[in-house]
């Protein structure tokens, strides 16, 4: 298995840019997760998916859009870059979205916006 | 939401030395978890504990969920085990989970 994979590893855009990060997961999880790091402070949710066709907003949901059209994928889009969203962003998935139990994470993708 | 509060913030331990982080939340959670971030910014599993004491070699946990803290426990530290500790919490009852800010763990030769 190769876990939960995300690509790009490294992205800089310029402000007002879209671009979308993509994540995916081969362990057949139904909760799926994308987070952002920002310097010296913990993760903080974006949005989340308890199973394909099913998202909702996280803490910080605001200039981010996702969608879960399969189980395996759960791609992050930035529609107009600011530089506010310079971070590091983090997939996640677990096992069930019911009863959720331990979060397996991405290698995490750091974007820069200019 | 709920808050999470790890201490100590920072932590510069010699080789050998053993340490205890600690993560105060302020509600009843079911989901509990220790992570540890490598210096390559990698998040590994290092613990799944709603409640009770676990161990995995030098390091142990123990949830106690109602008093509404964790300790992680790290004996015989080695340089490798620097980096940054987070817990992270899973309300009674939600979908989403709350990290910590972190214990930032320095270990010298």
């Known amino acids: 298995n190769a876990g939960v994979t995300q690509t790009p590893k490294f992205q800089v855009l310029k402000t007002g840019q879209s671009m979308t990060l993509q994540c995916a997961q081969d362990m057949n999880h139904e909760y799926m997760s994308w987070y952002r790091q920002d310097p010296g402070m913990g993760l903080r949710l974006i949005h989340y998916?308890?199973?394909?066709?099913?998202?909702d907003q996280g803490e910080v949901p605001n200039g981010y859009n996702v969608s879960r059209s399969t189980t395996e994928d759960f791609p992050l889009r930035l529609l107009s870059a600011a530089p506010s969203q310079t971070s590091v962003y983090f997939c996640a998935s677990s096992p069930s979205g019911l009863v959720m139990d331990e979060q397996y994470f991405g290698p995490g993708t750091r974007l820069t916006v200019t | 939401g709920i808050q999470v509060e790890q201490s100590p913030p920072d932590l510069i331990l010699q080789e050998g030395a053993n340490s205890t982080l600690r993560c105060n939340f302020s509600d009843s959670v079911n989901n509990l978890q220790w992570f540890h971030q490598n210096p390559w910014g990698q998040l590994i599993n290092l613990f799944y504990i709603p409640s009770g004491t676990k161990q995995n070699g030098r390091l142990s946990a123990t949830t106690v969920a109602t008093e509404r803290y964790s300790l992680l426990y790290i004996s015989s530290s080695q340089t490798t085990d620097s980096g940054v500790y987070f817990c992270a919490v899973r309300r009674l009852g939600g979908n989403q989970f709350y990290f910590g800010t972190g214990t930032s763990l320095t270990v010298i030769p």
């Open positions: 998916s308890v199973g394909a066709g099913i998202t």
